[in-house]
């Protein structure tokens, strides 16, 4: 059996309204089936909590455009862990106690958006990972994020 993969949370964000970029914040609090405490998007519903990898964010450098942290709408930013190629149903723990399942990957429909005066295609559409919350706690950056089960 192989090692699974690990990586580490990069940001925590948090956005009040939808459609409007989420701010880094120190700390926050992933509530069972609900999401990010706070955040526009959480409810009850499988898009509790929005996933990036660092690899997917550097790709909109391909399109001239530098993204920060919370600037494509995501929840959480992880690095050392490619998720879009990980398959619908995998479970991922966040910090000690967070567990997440993953339920989508990317979105039906494309959306653009402004970045530094430039429109750009959001890599969210093609590699953006969306879960819903099995088990809640508290995540902050530098918190571990593992693969439990594929």
């Keep these: 059996m192989g090692r699974k993969p690990k990586g580490k ?6 956005g009040k309204v939808k459609k409007e970029t989420k701010i880094p914040m120190k700390e926050g609090l992933i509530i069972k089936d609900w999401g990010l405490e706070g955040d526009a998007h ?3 519903y499988h898009k509790q909590i929005s996933l990036l ?3 997917s964010m550097n790709k ?3 399109q001239g455009v530098t993204v920060n942290f919370g600037e494509l709408y995501e929840n959480l ?3 050392g862990i490619i998720l879009y190629k990980l398959p619908i149903g995998t479970r991922l723990k966040v ?3 967070a567990l997440l399942e993953i339920t989508q990957i990317g979105k039906k429909d494309s959306y653009f958006l ?3 005066g430039k429109t750009v295609s959001s890599i969210m559409t093609k590699e953006g990972v969306f879960a819903r919350v099995l088990e809640g706690g508290k995540v902050k ?3 571990e994020i593992e693969v439990v089960s594929e």
């Excluded at 949370?9 to 948090?14: E, G, N």
């Design 60 to 62: 909109m450098q391909d």
């Design 53 to 55: 990898g660092l690899d």
């Design 141 to 143: 950056a530098g918190d």
């Design 42 to 44: 959480a409810g009850k």
């Design 95 to 97: 910090g000690e106690n």
């Design 9 to 14: 949370i990069l940001a925590v964000c948090c």
């Design 77 to 79: 930013d992880v690095e």
């Design 114 to 116: 402004e970045i530094n």
